[in-house]
């Protein structure tokens, strides 16, 4: 199997994974605000010599959004630099499908389950997508939005699972979502561990990138990030 270092550092966990082979090696700490601080201890931690093609990754992926803006930066602007460093290529993962993942891996949803995956945008919205699993994996199936808590409103029929800081706001979904709910879980937050086999979907399906390419996903229209050739970086 495809050997994958995955970053993520969109939310208030900071967590770095590697699977090489059958086996999988985290780090993941709940660590607000100190994700720059931490994101390269738990690197060396992992990869004490720094050589990621001789420990056998051939992909770096990153949780591409959305979620934190600096967040977001702070695992793009690595993937970018370890990509770009290692002549390997970046492998996005949404955020939202990862925390739909772990809520499989966790056993708080079942192979056949709606899960409704949300972020705290702040400013009184969500970030929401709508999951369902195939072969086990994480696959959207409506969104993602950016949209006041009392708008959400999935289009699919059926019960479902609400994870992730957006379940803050439950109180505020409308009467019809909160019926539909048989649980909520606002403390569920995504993990590199949950990305790598999603990542190795992607990986598979050949829709990765060039480091040039790194990008997050803001789902914000009106916010951009600078790829290496708008920082007057050497393509």
């Not at 909520?184 to 190795?200: H, V």
Request: aromatic share 6%.
């Amino acid at each position: 199997m495809t050997g994958i270092l995955a970053l993520e550092t969109a939310t208030e966990a900071c967590s770095v994974a590697i699977a090489v082979g059958d086996g999988v090696c985290e780090r993941h700490e709940v660590v607000p605000r100190q994700h720059s601080q931490r994101l390269f201890s738990m690197l060396r931690e992992l990869l004490p010599g720094g050589e990621l093609r001789s420990a056998g990754i051939e992909a770096v992926a990153y949780g591409s959004g959305p979620g934190s803006f600096t967040g977001l930066r702070i695992a793009a602007s690595a993937a970018q630099g370890l990509a770009y460093a290692c002549a390997l290529p970046a492998v996005p993962v949404s955020t939202l499908a990862t925390q739909a993942q772990a809520a499989l891996h966790q056993g708080l949803a079942q192979a056949d389950a709606l899960v409704l995956s949300t972020v705290d945008a702040r400013i009184d919205e969500v970030y929401a997508a709508l999951y369902g699993f195939r072969a086990g994996l994480a696959e959207l199936l409506e969104g993602p939005w950016v949209l006041p808590p009392a708008a959400l409103a999935p289009e699919r029929d059926g019960p479902l699972l609400a994870v992730g800081s957006g379940c803050r706001y439950l109180e505020a979904f409308p009467a019809r979502l909160r019926s539909r709910l048989h649980h909520a879980d606002a403390t569920l937050l995504p993990s590199a561990r949950d990305m790598l086999p999603l990542a190795r979907e992607v990986f598979r399906r050949g829709e990765i990138q060039a480091p040039q390419a790194v990008s997050p996903v803001y789902v914000r229209d009106e916010i951009s990030w600078k790829k290496i050739p708008q920082q007057g970086k050497p393509a």
